[in-house]
């Protein structure tokens, strides 16, 4: 307590209270959504980008280091829960993960080239990106028989695409995992709640990668990173707690305006000249 305690004095006295309290509401609230929907840690890279005067490579990297521990996290709690019980969930986990790293870390070598116009942009397409496709997958409504099953060969390739797609990004830009693994495997036809369970091992191997690219130069603010990530952990437990007894599809649809919306903010301010 006299740690935690103690963090929180030194955050007012590097940060305003308004911008404190504001950055642990949105990693609550992004907490919450990794372990419901999936997309929910892009909130915090989003905050510490347009919230805090840090260079692009410190916002990714120390939103990356924050994800490690929410993926452990979400990944033992759907592990308690059943959807990585066996073997299937265990080799599609690890088809999904290891085709990440590699992104991973060299996202986060090719964002230390970026300045911070050039990343708002990258970001808010993302992110918009991001928004149309949890629509898409909301207008859509996969049936049953075109569920992708994960247990064939056809399967598992489609799973290392999704990790090799998702890779690079989440490097990139400080995103994690799940923001655009949980979208793309859903509209592959992998169910919700499995979706999440998976992404969120993958989240551990991208984030952690991702970190030590950053961490070579020097670009993790640890002190930050721990401060955000209670919050975090706190919310991402209570989403797993949620996504067992609610559906998320209204959820999911106001998440894609809310992002549609930021991606288009970051795009403008990026493209502006003296902007984001």
């Not at 006299?2 to 509401?25: G, H, K, V």
């Not at 990440?100 to 970001?123: H, K, P």
């Not at 994960?150 to 989440?170: E, R």
């Amino acid at each position: 307590m006299t740690l935690l305690f103690n963090l929180y004095l030194t955050a007012m006295n590097t940060m305003s209270l308004e911008i404190m309290i504001l950055l642990l509401i949105i990693a609550l609230v992004g907490g919450v959504c990794i372990t419901t929907i999936g997309p929910g840690g892009i909130f915090v890279t989003i905050a510490l980008f347009a919230l805090l005067p840090l260079d692009p490579s410190t916002v990714a990297g120390t939103a990356s280091a924050t994800f490690i521990a929410t993926g452990i996290v979400g990944s033992l709690g759907y592990l308690r829960s059943g959807e990585l019980k066996g073997k299937v969930a265990g080799k599609a986990a690890g088809v999904l993960s290891l085709t990440s790293v590699i992104g991973a870390f060299t996202g986060a070598q090719i964002n230390t080239l970026l300045n911070s116009s050039v990343f708002a942009i990258l970001l808010g397409l993302f992110v918009f990106f991001t928004g149309v496709l949890i629509l898409y997958r909301q207008n859509k409504q996969l049936k049953p028989e075109s569920r992708l099953q994960i247990d064939s060969l056809k399967g598992l390739w489609w799973l290392a695409g999704v990790g090799l797609a998702v890779g690079l990004p989440g490097g990139l830009l400080g995103v994690g995992g799940p923001v655009l693994a949980v979208p793309l495997m859903v509209v592959l036809g992998v169910p919700m709640l499995l979706s999440v369970a998976l992404a969120q091992v993958q989240s551990i191997f991208i984030s952690g990668f991702a970190t030590v690219g950053y961490m070579i130069h020097g670009s993790v603010d640890w002190y930050l990173a721990l401060f955000l990530t209670i919050p975090l952990l706190i919310g991402t437990i209570s989403g797993w707690y949620i996504a067992q007894r609610i559906k998320a599809s209204k959820l999911q649809v106001s998440l894609a305006l809310v992002l549609i919306a930021l991606g288009i903010y970051l795009i403008a301010g990026g493209a502006t000249p003296g902007g984001a």
